[in-house]
């Protein structure tokens, strides 16, 4: 079951227990080009206390280098060998794992970021941002034929924002070789994509789409796959059972954490979404890191007020058995403690989901802090 942190003391002992701290980045550390408030001084708090930090992203849209050049415009202190992106991951896990010759070749689907990383890696590519590739002219199946690289032995697919009818169609035309001459590899499947001011369409939608005309689906290097795992502990020497990911979503971060054999503590300043369609129950909840600085400046009242977000925590009730509360956008919905009298719907907990005093829902659930600092 998934814990609140409510008091001085679960903050005290997060800290104490864990010695890494995985994020997640999107959502986490930044909102598109703005960083979540407080984060920068968790973060010198974690170091100030000789914590490791690694920052886990599925964005393949950069590589470690240009994510650097984004921490440091944010003003976050960040390192090359701390950030471990789903594009660095799929470069390593082609060169390390699949162990292509010098001619073998990748076609991609992606950006920049991807590119470069599998430069590093020492793997050949073509298609990406290749001026050939991004056109809106018609594919004419006819004249790629003759021109099909033979050497193409895996498609790859990340975030593209310049995708397009012919990189689909080239894409497919060397997937149709089968499985054993030409690997189907996607970054991540993320659904969505984080920006300021909402969300865009994720990787996993170009994939998707690739996956449906072949009738297989890809392999996914990235969160929640546990090759993004093995990477990190491959670069990194931790230990699991002090080790924490810290990530907005669960049914990529929270699940890498589980599917890593790590704890998971989910935070609610990222992509909200997810929380009604997943499944994972984190190791602990809090709604923003900065109360991860100081103890949470806010009180809780009974019975316990809930917002329809995580899945099968622990509510304790204090021996109430009905929550007052009224039904919006996500479901049961606490009124604000200083407004107990406001007219309300009454939600009667059933006995059977009640165990020792406490409340025990089976549906996904989320307790919604009302007051300073809410």
Same mark, same amino acid.
């Given at each position: 079951?998934?814990?609140?942190?409510?008091?001085?003391? @679960?903050?005290?002992?997060?800290?104490?227990?864990? @010695?890494?701290?995985?994020?997640?980045?999107?959502?986490?550390?930044?909102?598109?080009? %703005?960083?979540?408030?407080?984060?920068?001084?968790?973060?010198?708090?974690?170091?100030?206390?000789?914590?490791?930090?690694?920052?886990?992203?599925?964005?393949?849209? %950069?590589?470690?280098?240009?994510?650097? #050049?984004?921490?440091?415009?944010?003003?976050?202190?960040?390192?090359?060998?701390?950030?471990?992106?789903?594009?660095?991951?799929?470069?390593?896990?082609?060169?390390?794992?699949? *162990?292509?010759?010098?001619?073998?070749?990748?076609?991609?689907?992606?950006?920049?970021?991807?590119?470069?990383?599998?430069?590093?890696?020492?793997?050949?590519?073509?298609?990406?941002?290749?001026?050939?590739?991004?056109?809106?002219?018609?594919?004419?199946?006819?004249?790629?034929?003759?021109?099909? @690289?033979?050497?193409? *032995?895996?498609?790859?697919?990340?975030?593209?924002?310049?995708?397009?009818?012919? %990189?689909?169609?080239?894409?497919?035309?060397?997937?149709?070789?089968?499985?054993?001459?030409?690997?189907?590899?996607?970054?991540?499947?993320?659904?969505?994509?984080?920006?300021?001011?909402?969300?865009?369409?994720?990787?996993?939608?170009?994939?998707?789409?690739?996956?449906?005309?072949?009738?297989?689906?890809?392999?996914?290097?990235? *969160?929640?796959?546990? #090759?993004?795992?093995?990477?990190? *502990?491959?670069?990194?020497?931790? @230990?699991?059972?002090?080790?924490?990911?810290?990530?907005?979503?669960?049914? #990529?971060?929270?699940?890498?954490?589980?599917?890593?054999?790590?704890?998971?503590?989910?935070?609610?300043?990222?992509?909200?979404?997810?929380?009604?369609?997943?499944?994972?129950?984190?190791?602990?909840?809090?709604?923003?890191?900065?109360?991860?600085?100081?103890?949470?400046?806010?009180?809780?009242?009974?019975?316990?007020?809930?917002?329809?977000?995580?899945?099968?925590?622990?509510? /304790?009730?204090?021996? /109430?058995?009905?929550?007052?509360?009224?039904?919006?956008?996500?479901?049961?919905?606490?009124?604000?403690?200083?407004?107990?009298?406001?007219?309300? /719907?009454?939600? #009667?907990?059933?006995?059977?989901?009640?165990?020792?005093?406490?409340?025990?829902?089976?549906?996904?659930?989320?307790?919604?802090?009302?007051?300073?600092?809410?």
């Amino acid at each position: 079951m998934a814990k609140r942190l409510s008091t001085k003391e @679960d903050y005290t002992t997060l800290l104490e227990k864990y @010695d890494t701290f995985l994020f997640d980045c999107d959502g986490v550390l930044w909102n598109g080009d %703005k960083p979540v408030e407080g984060v920068i001084d968790v973060l010198k708090m974690l170091r100030a206390k000789n914590k490791s930090v690694i920052f886990v992203s599925n964005n393949a849209s %950069k590589s470690r280098v240009q994510y650097i #050049t984004k921490f440091d415009k944010l003003g976050i202190q960040a390192e090359v060998d701390e950030v471990v992106g789903s594009a660095y991951a799929a470069a390593v896990y082609i060169s390390s794992v699949l *162990k292509f010759a010098p001619t073998d070749k990748v076609y991609v689907i992606g950006m920049a970021g991807l590119e470069a990383e599998l430069a590093s890696e020492g793997v050949s590519y073509l298609g990406g941002t290749s001026p050939s590739d991004n056109t809106l002219e018609p594919f004419v199946l006819t004249s790629f034929l003759p021109e099909k @690289d033979p050497n193409v *032995k895996a498609v790859l697919c990340g975030l593209d924002m310049s995708i397009n009818y012919t %990189k689909l169609c080239k894409a497919f035309q060397y997937l149709m070789e089968g499985e054993d001459k030409c690997k189907f590899l996607a970054t991540n499947t993320d659904g969505t994509y984080p920006i300021e001011g909402g969300l865009l369409p994720g990787s996993g939608t170009l994939s998707a789409s690739l996956a449906f005309a072949l009738g297989r689906n890809p392999l996914s290097i990235g *969160k929640p796959g546990k #090759t993004m795992m093995d990477c990190i *502990k491959a670069k990194h020497d931790f @230990d699991p059972a002090k080790t924490i990911m810290i990530g907005d979503r669960l049914d #990529t971060d929270i699940m890498f954490g589980k599917n890593g054999g790590v704890s998971t503590l989910l935070v609610l300043t990222g992509t909200f979404s997810t929380f009604l369609r997943a499944n994972p129950s984190p190791s602990w909840i809090e709604r923003k890191l900065t109360s991860l600085c100081s103890s949470p400046p806010w009180t809780y009242s009974t019975p316990a007020f809930l917002k329809w977000y995580s899945s099968q925590l622990t509510i /304790h009730s204090n021996n /109430h058995t009905s929550i007052r509360g009224y039904f919006g956008t996500y479901g049961l919905m606490g009124t604000s403690p200083e407004t107990p009298d406001t007219p309300c /719907h009454r939600a #009667t907990v059933p006995a059977s989901l009640r165990q020792n005093n406490h409340v025990v829902y089976e549906t996904p659930v989320f307790p919604y802090d009302h007051g300073p600092g809410a």
